[in-house]
């Protein structure tokens, strides 16, 4: 049964105090960036830091008394995984949730923060989900869909009437997908009201089953290479989810982990936003490919739950891409005043040291010499050139390794 739009309708009118309207902030950084006027849909604002929790609550909200009884369970790389224990929690209902063993560790703690039973099994959230699947024919439990589920799109679907709300006359929407329940929902919604509004799914490209789903005209299994957009890495798209989008969707679209990483650089550095790979997706297809000027544009960032340990590899990683981390390896003759005349050429550009690292014992290392690591932060790619040319005319041997 698909969602219709009164669904959607319903599941706003039950969301309570629990469920945010999220709001909808004009970005003139990324407007100037991609000749968008952009609007940023904050669900990483949510509780539980997502989108997720919408459909979670009110389907758990919609059980019957005996189903909660039974318990519920669910499969989930982290979002969902939260949503539905958060829920649970409110309505006193046991939760067990199946998370890949490669699940970000921030989310399996939050997860079990909750009060879920947490079960690592797998290694993507196709193999956690068959786990979840078996558990709930054997314990009875009731099975909480991420994604192909209609009142868990529905639910979803009330952030179009949010955007819509706030912007009636947005051009176009840019959204992530993995399973497509985000994108099925809001389909749903703004179709209903504003057919002439484009909307966009963007995936991974290292897992586009939906969108080689959309281009083939029919379900099939694509992707499992490895991806920081975990929250999107889904290899088999939703039966309801995949009819919806098929049907609605205006274009399917991909970005890879360096577009990703350099929109949630961003987002941190202009806006003071943290927001996870899966969640930045749209907004990364929109500062790589500006594919929409001078329209009004809204990327939904769809979670801020990021590993922490994550976090230092996104700033360096997009300083590096911006060309303002410039890191090298440079082979010295160990003797006094040699690392000074380098020090001496950074300080002319007005480069900064970020990292020295002083290498004598290393084997590749011949007796006489030693070996230096610099990371230097830098304004640009002018300034980084500037200093390469001024090493290379001292005949300074070095390798660039950013």
Not at 81 to 109: D, W, Y
Not at 148 to 170: F, S
Not at 253 to 263: C, P
């Amino acid at each position: 049964m698909n969602p219709t739009y009164d669904e959607i309708i319903k599941a706003d009118s039950m969301r309570g105090d629990e469920i945010k309207k999220t709001p909808l902030i004009h970005s003139p950084a990324f407007s100037e960036i991609t000749g968008s006027e952009v609007y940023l849909k904050a669900e990483f604002r949510q509780k539980t830091g997502s989108f997720k929790i919408r459909g979670a609550y009110y389907k758990i909200l919609s059980l019957s008394e005996e189903e909660k009884k039974r318990g519920v369970v669910a499969a989930s790389a982290g979002n969902h995984a939260q949503g539905v224990a958060f829920a649970s929690a409110l309505e006193k209902i046991h939760c067990t949730i199946i998370m890949p063993r490669n699940a970000s560790p921030a989310k399996v703690v939050a997860t079990r923060g909750y009060g879920a039973d947490v079960i690592l099994e797998g290694t993507s959230y196709d193999e956690a989900h068959a786990k979840a699947k078996e558990f709930s024919e054997s314990t009875g439990a009731i099975m909480i869909h991420a994604f192909d589920d209609p009142q868990i799109i529905a639910a979803q679907g009330v952030i179009g009437m949010e955007i819509l709300e706030d912007l009636p006359d947005v051009d176009e929407i840019y959204l992530p997908v993995g399973g497509g329940g985000l994108a099925a929902g809001i389909l749903v919604a703004v179709k209903e009201k504003n057919p002439e509004v484009r909307i966009v799914g963007v995936q991974s490209s290292s897992f586009s089953a939906m969108y080689e789903s959309v281009r083939r005209g029919s379900r099939i299994e694509a992707g499992g290479e490895r991806t920081i957009a975990d929250g999107i890495s889904v290899k088999s798209p939703g039966r309801l989810t995949f009819d919806i989008i098929n049907k609605l969707v205006d274009e399917m679209v991909l970005v890879n982990d360096t577009e990703i990483t350099k929109a949630m650089f961003l987002l941190m550095e202009r806006m003071k936003f943290v927001v996870e790979p899966a969640g930045a997706a749209s907004l990364a297809y929109l500062i790589s490919k500006k594919p929409a000027p001078g329209k009004k544009v809204v990327a939904v960032l769809a979670g801020g739950n990021v590993d922490m340990y994550l976090l230092g590899q996104i700033v360096d990683k997009g300083l590096a891409a911006m060309g303002r981390l410039l890191k090298l390896s440079i082979l010295l003759p160990d003797r006094p005043g040699v690392f000074k005349e380098i020090v001496d050429e950074i300080t002319l550009v007005s480069a900064n040291i970020v990292e020295v690292v002083h290498d004598r014992l290393s084997s590749e290392i011949s007796a006489g010499s030693a070996g230096v690591t610099l990371s230097l932060e830098t304004q640009g790619k002018e300034q980084s050139d500037k200093l390469i040319e001024a090493l290379r005319k001292k005949n300074i041997e070095f390798k660039l390794l950013t």
